[in-house]
């Protein structure tokens, strides 16, 4: 199966004013499959964002590059120019925002505003040409009376078909990887189920999807993979079916406990104790060692490595840990 695309040991910090540089995505190792979804979990903080950005190379002034590499189907991404870049956002890489009132133009038209993505890449393109695709993927996201709803402004939308206009947007140029940044934590239930499942479709008809959230729920829809980040570092990576039935991170399993289900309705939901600390906080060791019930000495003074504990499934953490790491995959 063809990589899309691929973080290999890729570190990145921000400057403070002084120039110091103090690390956020520490060696972060991860990738993603043609026709597969990635699940990018953690909460607030964990470093989700800092991941999708680096991919786009949008990444604020302060952020500094550390090391490692982003590669998009074989080439660095790191490496390319600006130009190469341009071409990259939008036709390989393509995002898709959590609030899409701040996205789109409210005085363009959405055909408009889709019909721009387009013909960006595509110049040459003659204006009916670029109409139709317009009505097609309108109507892929599943908006009703496309060739009508083409020439509206954003405000005669509702929040969920706003929600899909900007997906519209984001796959009129068919990228090889969709990443959605929280694309349903703004809308209601309803709505978020009928988006998850635009999605799932989209995923089933074209490329990848990397879905960043802290929403676990989400993940369990529609991703084939996982990755859950924990202050800057990936630390616990498998299959959905093996992050979901066998999760061996502390932090995992408290997010796991967090979430409520039907059986665990009348009991309080667990939480886990403390915030996720700033990149000005980290000590040497697992940056999750002052929040874990299970934490040991070696904890706090020694960052735990990256192994193997099954197919396709690794962890960072000293629990249980005998012997040699595996290499990162
Ligand atoms: N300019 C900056 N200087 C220092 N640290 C920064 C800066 N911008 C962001 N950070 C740090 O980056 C981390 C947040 O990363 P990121 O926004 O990727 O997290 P996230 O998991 O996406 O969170 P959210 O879900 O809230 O968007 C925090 O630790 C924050 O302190």
Known sequence: MATIVEFKDYSMGFKDDDGKVFNLLDKLSLKVEEGKALGVVGESGCGKSMTSLSMMRLLPDAAVVQGGEILLEGKNILEMSEEE????????????????????????TVGRQIGESLTLHHPEMKPEEVRRQVIQALSDVGIAAPETRIDQYP?????GMRQRVMIAMAIINHPALLIADEPTTALDVTIQAQILDIMRRLKGASGSLMVITHNLG???EICDEVAVMYAGRAVERGTLKAIFDHPLHPYTRGLMASVPTMRSEKKPLHTIPGTVPTVYDYGPGCRFADRCEFCMERCGREAPPTRLVGEDHLIQCWLNFEGEAESDG
């Open 155 to 159: 405000h005669e939308f509702s929040g």
């Open 218 to 220: 989400v993940v369990a």
């Open 85 to 108: 870049m341009r071409h990259v956002r939008g036709a390989k890489l393509a995002m898709i925002f959590q609030e899409p009132m701040t996205a789109l133009n409210p005085v363009l």
